[in-house]
């Protein structure tokens, strides 16, 4: 997760470095506020490194008091930000790295021997090394148990999972700073972000006539300025408090959005837009595009086929410890009842799995799926695969199967008037459906299966004729 503001340059330096990392990982790049040349070395870059490019285009706090006045929640803080980019981020592992950073050898040589489907939940505290101070700045820079970052007084910091192990690297691992802490860049000297707000202003300026006018760069890791006042806050955390000044983020509910999964091929896009177009304001949408399935037989997903399997076993991975859904692409979202589909998928978070459900039939669909990542989940899911492959069978059915002589989990089904699943939707279930999960009987010609589906939709009145026109297959 590397961010990066007006570094044209160390960028370029950064990012050779990391090209010693052989492990699989991807570089995700935050652009804020960039004026100079470091999109256009990050375009370059990604020519040949797996770097995907985001922009966050709204200014933030500086860590000190305006970070302090700053709510957590507030698009500004330095909390949202490093959520926002974290949230970006789809690997097991996240490493905060900055554009003025170098990768060193050893550090490298690290990273490349890490597992990196480790089931320990682990944080590593890195040295960042500078050479002209001699300075040595230890951070949990690395860790696969990161749930959120939130406002902690002058800061942004890490939260970790429970029983998170840490541990910290030899100084020789390290993380190498080749811009001198001490040289202040410029937007460090820009005007704060609420200079007009006469709300902000006036709690900065109360810190001010409190503890002292705020020094540039005074809460930096560098310096020790800021260690009185830093205590002598904690101590005024009460009337602070009085004055709307919070030191942390528990004070504000953060809402932290479930991860929605679902697997598409380029036939489907249309639902791949859907998806996008209703569901994400509610939940981080994560499109996973793959090839057509060859029809060979009655159904795309029978005799063997386990890449739905597999990407579950992945997802689980990635989001230990979290829920998240993972659903077929072939899904209709009631559009005028997003808020409610929120808030019911929170009150079915009480379980390891919760599936859709068939109205005439006591097997649970993998159609849509809210899962509790954990090892039990993991483990029974890996199972599947392991019979899929074995057997030749049909995921569904093997999912099924393995669930009646399971003990270890924890299941449920979603009711069937909030996720309905069937070839029609029974009349008295259209004013309540949240998602509909559209069936048909499966022939060799694929655009004759998507064509069935938007048939389903017309005859349902969920969509116009014109939108019908523009999608059908011929």
């Not at 064509?451 to 349902?460: G, M, S, T």
Request: proline share 2%.
């Amino acid at each position: 997760m590397l961010r990066c503001r007006n570094e044209e340059q160390y960028l370029q330096q950064s990012l050779e470095s990391l090209k010693q990392i052989k492990a699989p990982h991807e570089i995700i790049i935050i652009l804020h506020l960039c004026t100079d040349g470091s999109e256009k070395i990050a375009i370059e870059m990604s020519k040949t490194m797996p770097i995907k490019i985001y922009k966050y285009n709204i200014e933030i706090s500086r860590a000190g008091y305006q970070t302090l006045i700053t709510p957590a929640n507030n698009p500004h803080s330095l909390s949202t930000y490093y959520n926002w980019c974290y949230k970006k981020c789809t690997m097991n592992w996240l490493f905060k790295w900055d554009a003025d950073m170098k990768c060193s050898n050893k550090l490298a040589n690290f990273l490349n021997s890490i597992n990196i489907n480790e089931q320990n939940l682990i944080q590593y505290r890195i040295s960042c090394y500078d050479k002209t101070t001699n300075h040595c700045n230890y951070e949990p820079y690395l860790s696969n148990a990161i749930t959120k970052y939130t406002k902690h007084i002058f800061w942004e910091i890490p939260s970790f999972t429970n029983s998170t192990k840490c541990i910290e690297l030899d100084k020789e691992i390290q993380i190498i700073n080749m811009n001198p802490p001490k040289v202040i860049k410029k937007y460090w000297k820009k005007n704060k972000w609420f200079k007009n707000d006469k709300h902000f202003m006036k709690k900065y300026n109360l810190l001010t006539n409190l503890y002292g006018i705020e020094s540039c760069a005074m809460a930096r890791s560098f310096t020790t300025n800021s260690d009185n006042i830093y205590l002598q806050i904690k101590n005024d955390e009460k009337m602070l408090n009085k004055n709307g000044i919070y030191l942390y983020s528990s004070i504000v509910k953060a809402i932290i959005k479930t991860n929605f999964y679902y697997l598409y091929s380029p036939l489907y896009n249309y639902y791949n837009k859907h998806i996008i177009k209703n569901l994400s304001n509610i939940f981080n949408i994560h499109g996973i595009i793959m090839d057509d399935l060859d029809n060979k037989s009655q159904h795309p997903f029978f005799g063997g086929v386990s890449i739905k399997i597999e990407t579950i076993v992945d997802c689980i991975k990635k989001n230990m410890n979290r829920y998240i859904i993972f659903s077929d692409a072939t899904i209709f979202i009631n559009s005028s009842k997003i808020s409610q589909l929120y808030n019911y998928i929170n009150t079915c978070k009480n379980c390891d799995l919760c599936f859709a459900s068939h109205v005439d039939s006591s097997n649970h669909n993998i159609g849509l799926i809210l899962i509790n990542c954990n090892n039990k989940t993991l483990n029974f899911f890996i199972s599947v695969l392991q019979e899929l492959k074995k057997n030749n069978g049909w995921d569904q059915q093997v999912v099924n199967d393995l669930l009646k002589n399971n003990n270890n989990l924890s299941v449920s089904n979603f009711c069937i008037d909030k996720i309905y699943c069937n070839y029609n939707i029974d009349e008295k279930y259209k004013k309540t459906y949240l998602i509909y999960k559209s069936f048909i009987w499966h022939t060799k010609n694929k655009n004759k299966n998507f064509n069935k589906r938007l048939d389903i939709f017309l005859h349902e009145n969920l969509i116009t004729q014109e939108e019908y026109q523009n999608n059908y297959k011929a």
